[in-house]
């Protein structure tokens, strides 16, 4: 594990708002780290510091081994980045803003040529290479940002909400995209669609407040649900009442509730917890007589991991620490 | 110096893509020919010189160079362009050089197309044409320190409006400061060396002295101080924000 990015009890104020407050992680080459937080929770800023925009006011980022604030430049050499909401300047044509881009990352002559052609050809602008970029639609300004972002196959790529406001094709170009070039980089993308985590990231950073809260991978916070492992349990219709009382009586099972699917079936349901486990269950309602027709395992939900972590960080409270 | 190359390319090229060059060259070139016409009597008072030309040129910079300046922060900075510039590998520095030497270009380049009234002059009558060089030396440097400040300024705000508004009043107390009008409301109560003081930073009197013919190393070395002074606290404009 190299670590490509670190962050070393980051902390930003504007005046008296901690934007991000106290935060120190790494991500290692071959990570897709999802940052994910609600509005305002300090992913942009955090980004902003890593990519070199704003400058911190206490701890320090460093990547590949250089410190954001003592060396700049060779760390936004090393950096591919996407501001939030792809800002390009409108009244040049993707063509002169790929150029521009790749002279300025360095690039001359043919290999300038043949990156900026690379560039085009995986996002797929051909067809609107001599277009104003103002005058293009929402998704292929967002790629001609793309495009620039990973034009000179940057070891570290920080994207600010990459997908947000593109429609399903488009996200699954981009998502795609992250995917073929994660083996050998650190790509750090910001996302409040939690479906896009499980699509591309390998590992998932929550932080609200401006701090970091939670640290794993898509499945380790997966079960932090409060449902996760939870069993739906379907037994004859006339035999639920008893089946309920059954299943009362084990150790460790407080309450057990019936809940209709969505298909009309009505189901037993016995929330998470060490005695809830199919084998056990359905060994204690056999012995009664009551034969159990189906067993489902409830699998937990990131939305309600991100809802109990981070709706809790409004009064700094975190009940997974 | 690459790095101040590719920006200037690509600001120039901006220029060019909008309506904007155009219409600026237009209205420098129309407004700059009438009044040294109608209200320098360029014509009529018979002589072979530049000076009812060059007299207005303060006046239409206070106008036009603000209009120039203003977007070239104040724009990055709207449309969320400055996070792309500021985060690909080049220096605060080379981005203010760049960026202020392209409009700098772009100026001149409005400026040299006046060339027609030099034509007219030299067929109509016998001007002293090392006045008129010099004349235009000290326009284009002149042009260089309003550019200055309208550049530092537009780094100052998102609002064009704004930063044009402000430019053109800074850009008015640096030239007014030179005219006996304001001087001499100064030397009813102000001591000499301050008098002196305010008349030397005032454009109006580095020009006149260029216009004059005598290109004098220390009216040069004041546009440039100024252009220098401008762009450093433009550099600190735009660096402040990032610690902000």
């Known amino acids: ?321 | 110096m690459r790095n101040v190359w590719i920006i200037i390319k690509r600001e120039i090229g901006s220029y060019f893509a909008t309506p904007l060059a155009y219409v600026f060259i237009v209205i420098f070139l129309a407004l700059s020919g009438a009044l040294a016409f109608f209200i320098g009597r360029f014509m009529s008072r018979e002589q072979a010189d530049l000076i009812p030309f060059f007299d207005y040129h303060p006046w239409l910079y206070l106008l036009l160079i603000p209009a120039i300046a203003m977007r070239l922060w104040a724009e990055e900075r709207k449309t969320g362009t400055i996070e792309n510039l500021m985060t690909l590998p080049v220096s605060t520095v080379e981005a203010v050089i760049g960026k202020f030497l392209a409009a700098w270009a772009f100026a001149g380049l409005a400026l040299a197309l006046t060339f027609p009234i030099w034509i007219s002059v030299n067929i109509l009558g016998d001007p002293d044409n090392g006045v008129i060089l010099a004349s235009y030396i000290g326009s284009l440097f002149m042009a260089g320190a309003f550019l200055a400040i309208g550049s530092c300024i537009s780094a100052l705000t998102k609002n064009q409006v704004i930063a044009f508004i402000i430019s053109a009043t800074v850009c008015f107390l640096f030239t007014m400061a030179g005219l006996e009008l304001v001087l001499n409301f100064f030397r009813l109560w102000a001591p000499d060396l301050l008098v002196d003081t305010i008349a030397s930073l005032s454009f109006l009197t580095h020009f006149n002295a260029v216009t004059k013919g005598v290109i004098e190393l220390r009216d040069i070395i004041y546009f440039i101080s100024m252009i220098a002074v401008w762009l450093l606290a433009n550099v600190v404009a735009v660096d402040v924000r990032k610690a902000a």
């Open chain 1, 1 to 321: 594990m190299s670590a490509m990015i670190e962050l070393d009890h980051l902390t930003k104020a504007f005046g008296a708002l901690v934007a991000v407050d106290d935060i120190s992680m790494t991500v290692a080459r071959g990570e897709v780290l999802g940052f994910l937080g609600p509005n305002g929770a300090g992913k942009s800023t955090t980004m902003k510091i890593v990519s070199g925009f704003l400058e911190p006011t206490f701890g320090t980022a460093t990547v590949c081994g250089h410190n954001v604030v003592a060396e700049p430049v060779a760390v936004k050499r090393r950096i591919g980045y996407l501001p939030e909401g792809a800002p390009t300047y409108g009244d040049m044509t993707p063509m002169s803003y790929l150029g521009f881009i790749a002279e300025i990352r360095g690039y001359d002559g043919v290999e300038k040529r043949r990156r900026v052609e690379a560039a085009v050809e995986k996002l797929g602008l051909e067809r609107v290479l001599r277009q104003p970029i103002e005058t293009l639609s929402k998704g292929y300004k967002r790629r001609v940002g793309f495009a620039q972002a990973i034009l000179h196959d940057p070891e570290v790529l920080i994207m600010d909400e990459p997908t947000d406001g593109l429609d399903p094709n488009q996200k699954r170009l981009v998502r795609t995209l992250i995917h073929d070039m994660a083996a050998d980089k650190a790509i750090v993308i910001s996302t409040h669609i939690l479906e896009e985590v499980d699509a591309v990231c390998n590992r998932v950073v929550m932080i609200a407040g401006g701090r970091l809260l939670a640290d794993g991978t898509p499945d380790s916070l997966r079960a932090r649900a409060r449902d996760h492992n939870a069993l739906l349990l379907r037994v004859a219709p006339d035999r639920v009442e008893a089946a309920r009382q059954k299943i009362g009586t084990l150790d460790g099972i407080e309450t057990v509730e019936t809940v209709t699917r969505r298909d009309g079936a009505l189901m037993l349901r016995v929330p998470p917890g060490p005695q809830a486990n199919a084998a056990t269950v359905v060994a204690a309602l056999n012995a009664e007589n009551i034969a159990v027709e189906e067993v489902v395992n409830e699998v937990g939900l990131l939305d309600d991991v991100f809802y109990d972590i981070t709706a809790h960080a409004a009064h700094r409270e975190n009940p997974y620490a």
